[in-house]
Structure formats: structure tokens, C-alpha cells
């Protein structure tokens, strides 16, 4: 079992910057793909970043490519969202997932945090 915790969250204006953390329990953080999934009120949940094993292997949609900075620190079980030039259209909250890296799809979840943007 994973546990996913999220923090980071909260109200910025356009333009600004948010950085999102997730930590992980117990020694399986170094064995997952980790990744952050997005929901927006009344929309399904949207793909956001993806990150490998390794650290060093990311992707991103397009709507969050070139402003978004996913990242994982083995050493302290953490995984980062570093999100800039933010939009009101990235409001919604923001989840953390893990899977297997044989899984097709995100096992773990965390509970959500929610970031905010607007004037």
C-alpha cells in the first residue's frame, strides 16, 4: 500500500507560482511512476505530469508543457509540481498518483489539494 500526501496548495494570482509536494510512505517511493492528475468543477480529471523511476524521463499535456516542472527527491520520499505563469483555467485540485511501473493506469491516490488561480 501507498499513501499519497499532498501539500502546497492554495490562492494565487495569474501569472503567479505555486509549488505542489507530494510525499510518500514506507520504502515503495523509489519502486512507483509517479504523476499529478487535475479536476476542474464539473470536468473529468486531466492528465498533468508524469515522472519515471529514475527522475530523469517526464511528460506533460499541453496545456501545462513549458510552464510546469514535475520532480522527485528519492532522498525525501517527496515528488514536486512546481507551477508558473498560472491561469484561471489551471484551477482545480490537484492529485497525486503512483502506480507500478507495469500498471496502465494510476493505482494510488492521494486526497487533493486545491489551487486557486484568479484576480
Known amino acids: 500500500q501507498v499513501h499519497l500526501i499532498e501539500s502546497g496548495g492554495g490562492w494565487v494570482q495569474p501569472g503567479g507560482s505555486l509549488r505542489l509536494s507530494c510525499t510518500a510512505s514506507g520504502h515503495i517511493f523509489s519502486h512507483v511512476v509517479l504523476g499529478w492528475v487535475r479536476q476542474a468543477p464539473g470536468k473529468d480529471r486531466e492528465f498533468v505530469a508524469i515522472v519515471d523511476l529514475s527522475g530523469r524521463n517526464t511528460r506533460y499535456s499541453d496545456s501545462v508543457k513549458d510552464r510546469f516542472t514535475i520532480s522527485r527527491d528519492i532522498a525525501r520520499n517527496t515528488m514536486y509540481l512546481r507551477m508558473n505563469m498560472l491561469k484561471s483555467e489551471d484551477t482545480a485540485v490537484y492529485y497525486c498518483?503512483?502506480?507500478?511501473?507495469?500498471?496502465?493506469?494510476?493505482?494510488?491516490w492521494g486526497q487533493g489539494t486545491q489551487v486557486t488561480v484568479s484576480s
Open positions: 498518483a503512483a502506480r507500478r511501473p507495469g500498471a496502465e493506469e494510476f493505482e494510488y
